[in-house]
């Protein structure tokens, strides 16, 4: 047999051709759920060293180069100088972070606090009045001795 193909051959030349693609359904996206809503009374998180030394940084890049307005160009530079930084160099900004995240964590126990007493405070009003506020209204009125006459 020249030329022609062997036994082998026509076997992985044909399981090629008879394999089908499947046809694959799109799947349904699934549904998010609802996002809760961020607390605008949160306090914001620190920042890190690095970002403590860009505020500066920032300020006396802008003076000496008071033509840049390109962020990225600053936070380049300000990353490059960073990395040039000794770590004695880096002390002051990582003491001023660490500062930052304690007054951070006290404001976030007191946040937490506050959530929990409010949601409690809440959850108990709920429980302890079965009553209606016009039913509330009337007892309050029944008991100040103010009852208004029908006779008239």
């Known amino acids: 047999m020249k030329g022609g193909k062997s036994k082998a051959e026509t076997k992985k030349a044909d399981s090629k051709l008879s394999i089908k693609k499947k046809e694959t359904k799109p799947k349904p996206k699934p549904t998010k759920k609802e996002k809760a809503g961020k607390d605008p009374n949160k306090p914001k998180r620190p920042p890190s060293a690095f970002f403590v030394f860009m505020e500066e940084f920032r300020k006396t890049y802008k003076e000496k180069h008071p033509n840049v307005n390109k962020v990225a160009v600053i ?5 490059e100088k960073w990395k040039s930084l000794t770590t004695a160099e880096k002390a002051p900004y990582e003491a001023r972070a660490a500062k930052l ?52």
């Open 75 to 79: 936070g380049k530079a300000g990353g």
């Open 101 to 152: 995240k304690t007054e951070y964590g006290k404001k976030m126990d007191a946040y937490n606090k506050q959530a929990e007493s409010g949601n409690n405070a809440a959850d108990e009003e709920e429980e302890t009045s079965d009553k209606s506020k016009s039913e509330i209204n009337d007892d309050e009125d029944d008991e100040s001795g103010e009852e208004e006459d029908d006779d008239e």
